[in-house]
C-alpha cells in the first residue's frame, strides 16, 4: 500500500528541494507525494488523503508562528498524521521563555535565565544579580532586540520600557489616572507606553527576559541536528565590535569542532523528540551551555559546511560532501516513519 506525502509549499522554496529529495533518496516504502498550498482556505481538504505532511513554512514572528503551531498541532495531534516538523520541534518557535521551560525541566546545561512576567519582580532580583546582562525579547531571531544591560540603572529602565503597559495601570489603580500621567510625564517608559498603546491598542501584558552574560567568547558554535541521526556544525564570529554572533554572518567552518557538544545536541534532539533542531552554543572554562534554540534556520550555511555528521552506533562519521538540509530531512523522515511503521507491525 503505498504511503502519500503531501509537500507544503513556502516562499523560500524548500519544498522544491524537498521534492528533489524525495526523487532521489530510497525510501525503502512505495510512497506517492503531492505538493499542497498550505494557506489555502481548503488546506485541510488538500491533506486529507496524505499519511505524512512534509512543510517547512517561511513564517516569522509571532502572529504567523501560532497560525502555524496551531496547523502543526491539529494535523499531528487530531488528525494523528506524521507531520515533520512534529509539534514537539516547534511549539516553542518564536518563544524563548518556552525554550526556558524546556532547558529547566530537562535540566540543560544553559546560562542562568530569569523570565519576568510581572514587573514587580524585577527590583528585587536585579537588586541580587551580577552585571553585565543579556536582555532579549521572548521572540526574534537574528539577534534582533538584543541589548547587554551593564548595570543596575540600565537594567531598571530597559525593564520598566519593557512593562510599560502593565506598569502604568498600577499607577493608575494606586493614584489616579490624572495623577499617573503628571507624575509620570518625564520618565521614558511612560512614553514607551503611549507608542505602545498607538500600535497595539489591546496588550496590557508584558513579558521580559534577562539572561546571564557568557564573556570571552569571541564566537558561538552553531550546531544543527535533524532528528537524532544527522548534524552540521560550525562557528558564528561575533559582530564587529558587539558581543552578538547571530546575524553577523561571518561564519568560519574551518575551526576544530569539539565532538561532545555534537553528540549532546543529538542526544537533546533524542531525548525531547525533536525533528530538527539548532543549537547555538556558548563555552565557559572547559564546559559549555546551549544559550537558544530554533527549528527554523536557513539552508546556504549547513551546504556550504562541505559536510554533515552521522550518529552511528560506534560514534560520529563525518561525510565529506556538500549536502542540503532538506536532503537530510527526507532521509530522517524515511527512517523514523520505517521505524514507527516496525514498532506497531511487532
Not at 509549499?9 to 516504502?29: C, I, M, P, Y
Not at 496547523?71 to 512534529?86: A, D, E, H, T
Not at 547571530?246 to 561564519?251: A, K, L, Q, R
Not at 547555538?280 to 539552508?299: H, P
Request: aromatic content about 16%; hydrophobic content about 40%.
Amino acid at each position: 500500500m503505498s504511503c502519500i506525502i503531501a509537500v507544503g509549499k513556502d516562499k523560500l522554496n524548500w519544498h522544491t528541494r524537498f521534492v528533489q529529495a524525495l526523487k532521489s533518496e530510497n525510501a525503502g516504502f512505495p510512497f506517492d507525494y503531492k505538493t499542497v498550498n498550505m494557506e489555502a482556505p481548503d488546506w485541510m481538504q488538500q491533506i486529507q488523503d496524505a499519511d505524512i505532511v512534509l512543510w517547512k513554512p517561511h513564517f516569522m514572528g509571532v502572529k504567523s508562528a501560532l497560525f502555524f503551531k496551531e496547523k502543526v498541532y491539529f494535523m499531528q495531534k487530531i488528525s494523528g498524521k506524521r507531520v515533520l516538523p512534529n509539534y514537539e520541534s516547534i511549539w516553542h518557535f518564536e518563544s524563548k521563555a518556552a525554550q526556558h521551560y524546556l532547558f529547566t525541566y530537562y535540566d540543560i546545561k544553559t546560562p542562568q535565565t530569569r523570565v519576568f512576567m510581572d514587573h514587580n519582580w524585577t527590583d528585587r532580583v536585579m537588586d541580587h544579580s551580577e552585571f553585565p546582562l543579556v536582555f532579549k525579547q521572548s521572540d526574534g531571531a537574528a539577534g534582533q532586540h538584543v541589548k547587554l544591560l551593564q548595570s543596575r540603572k540600565n537594567a531598571r529602565r530597559q525593564l520598566q520600557r519593557q512593562f510599560a503597559v502593565p506598569l502604568y495601570e498600577d499607577k493608575k489603580c494606586q493614584n489616579g489616572a490624572v495623577r499617573a500621567k503628571l507624575s509620570n510625564l518625564f520618565s521614558s517608559w511612560f512614553w514607551m507606553r503611549v507608542w505602545q498603546r498607538l500600535h497595539a491598542p489591546f496588550e496590557t501584558s508584558a513579558l521580559a527576559y534577562v539572561q546571564q552574560f557568557i564573556g570571552g567568547n569571541p564566537a558561538d558554535l552553531r550546531v544543527t541536528v535533524i532528528g537524532d541521526r544527522y548534524a552540521y556544525a560550525f562557528w558564528r564570529q561575533n559582530r564587529r565590535h558587539d558581543f552578538r554572533a547571530s546575524g553577523s554572518g561571518v561564519i568560519d567552518y574551518e575551526r576544530p569542532v569539539p565532538e561532545p557538544v555534537i553528540r549532546y545536541c543529538l542526544e537533546l534532539n533524542k531525548t525531547l523528540h525533536f525533528d530538527s533542531m539548532c543549537y547555538d552554543i556558548l563555552f565557559t572554562g572547559d564546559d559549555f551551555v546551549v544559550s537558544e534554540m530554533s527549528y527554523g534556520y536557513k539552508d546556504r550555511p549547513l551546504y556550504e559546511a562541505g559536510g554533515y555528521y552521522v550518529n552511528t552506533s560506534s560514534g560520529l562519521d563525518w561525510v565529506s560532501e556538500p549536502c542540503r538540509p532538506q536532503t537530510l530531512w527526507v532521509r530522517w523522515l524515511f527512517e523514523s516513519y520505517l521505524k514507527h511503521q516496525e514498532q506497531h507491525a511487532e
